[in-house]
């Protein structure tokens, strides 16, 4: 499917510093906006219900699942996440430029149904740095910390298959690389075909067929 909206993906295992990248990026740039993902979670300090997320029951969560009305949904650390099918086509549909923070299961099914997504795969300095920086949060038992490392292994093995790489070893670099990647997005020829399609038609340069790029 081919939308004159950008579609973005990012992904990272718990405590690269994804969601606090996601935050200053989408604070520096009004153009883009933020997939509410749908969870099973309880909220956590200040999230709000249909700002962070959508928050409902599992029981919910699996009728819209019966229901076809996710575009993926994932599993994890013992909670259920998904997008909304619907809000999502139509948000890219008229032509705005979205963002999902979801893990690798949720971001290849997106790539399955969304030729044209970008996917941004964000990896910690070490695992030890990542350890480091679950305590520090302090959000999480002794437990759940362990269980987190225990998947960042498995999640990070999947890091090959994404278009970008960062590495968030300082937070400002990494935020500049990410916002080089949604800049360069934008500038492509397919993506600037797809925005401004009554420029191309009167340049005459207007060859989809052709075109096999991003």
Known sequence: MDFPGNLFVVAAPSGAGKSSLVAELLARDP???????????????QEQDG??????TREEFERRVQAGEFLEWAEVHG????TSRQWLQQRISEGDDVLLEI????AAQVRRHFANAVSVFILPPSFEELEARLRRRG???????VRRLAEAHVETAHAPGFDFIIVNRHFHQ???ELE???????????AQRRAHPEVFRALGIDHPAGDTRK
């Open 31 to 45: 153009a883009l906006r933020l997939s509410v993902s749908t969870t099973t979670r309880a909220p956590r300090g």
């Open 51 to 56: 700002r962070e997320y959508c928050f409902v």
């Open 79 to 82: 909670n259920l996440y998904g």
């Open 103 to 106: 893990d690798w299961q949720g």
């Open 139 to 145: 959000e999480d038992s002794e437990q759940a910390i």
């Open 174 to 176: 990494a935020l500049r």
């Open 180 to 190: 080089s990647i949604v800049v360069a997005q934008r500038l492509r020829y397919a």
